[in-house]
């Protein structure tokens, strides 16, 4: 079955370094990635959409990257801040039509420390 | 303007009992998406309404879990003879879009905590 696979542990970053969170995919090959940001007791919110044929995207301090050789997913953050603190989803949709297979990882908690 | 409003927010029920849970998606969106999230985990997905039509159910744990959107704008997601595996918080997501996308406005949640 596809997969989505983040690292679950948590990340501790320092104030002002970039994080750098990684999504792998397993299993197929979706027609695009998005990415979330949950904090506790609050539902996801959107935060990026890359598809298969785009290499980068960016919006303010967030990068996204999409590797379709490597099946892989880079979210980054530069110039990170403590308001960066929050839990970071990937989460994808194989090709094809429907909303089957909505598929999200398991999410990895970024602690931005001062 | 309004987001996505869920209600009610946090529900205790014993086991065995039936609960409703009811999701107010942005005016105007056409699709609609149940999740389930347990502690720790990511969302997974429950099912799918494209107005009023439920599309895709496929992701719904036992028949004892129903969803309803009847007039395409208002959802409620039923659980009947509730078990402790039912506890959970139950997002709600609409997009303006059929399929989900570019994006998917979540609402807050509601945290079902079976005894």
């Known amino acids: 079955s596809q997969k989505i696979e983040q690292n679950s542990e948590a990340l501790n970053i320092q104030e002002g370094k970039t994080a750098t969170l990684t999504c792998n995919y397993t299993n197929y090959s979706p027609a695009y990635l998005q990415w979330y940001r949950q904090d506790p007791g609050r539902g996801p919110v959107f935060l990026l959409l890359?598809?298969?044929?785009?290499k980068e995207k960016r919006k303010e301090r967030l990068k996204v990257t999409f590797d379709t050789t490597l099946k892989q997913s880079l979210f980054h953050i530069t110039a990170s801040q403590p308001a960066d603190s929050a839990t970071y989803l990937c989460v994808s949709r194989g090709s094809g039509g429907g909303a089957d297979g909505l598929t999200f990882g398991k999410g990895t908690h970024l602690i931005i420390q001062p | 303007g309004a987001g996505v409003s869920q209600s009610p927010r946090y529900k205790v029920a014993k086991r065995g009992q039936d609960v409703a849970l009811r999701c107010d998606p942005i005016?105007?969106?056409?699709?609609l998406f149940w999740y389930q999230q347990a502690l720790g985990q990511g969302p997974e997905f429950l099912t799918y309404?494209?107005?009023?039509?439920?599309?895709?159910k496929s992701g719904l744990p036992s028949d004892r879990f129903f969803a309803e959107r009847p007039e395409g704008s208002v959802s409620t997601l039923k659980i009947q003879r509730t078990q402790q595996e039912d506890s959970a918080v139950y997002l709600c997501?609409?997009?303006?879009?059929?399929?989900?996308?570019?994006?998917?406005?979540f609402g807050p949640g509601t945290r079902l905590t079976v005894t």
């Open positions: 890359i598809r298969e044929n785009e």
């Open positions: 005016s105007g969106h056409v699709s």
């Open positions: 997501a609409s997009s303006l879009f059929s399929g989900g996308l570019p994006e998917q406005y």
């Open positions: 309404f494209q107005n009023e039509a439920q599309l895709d």
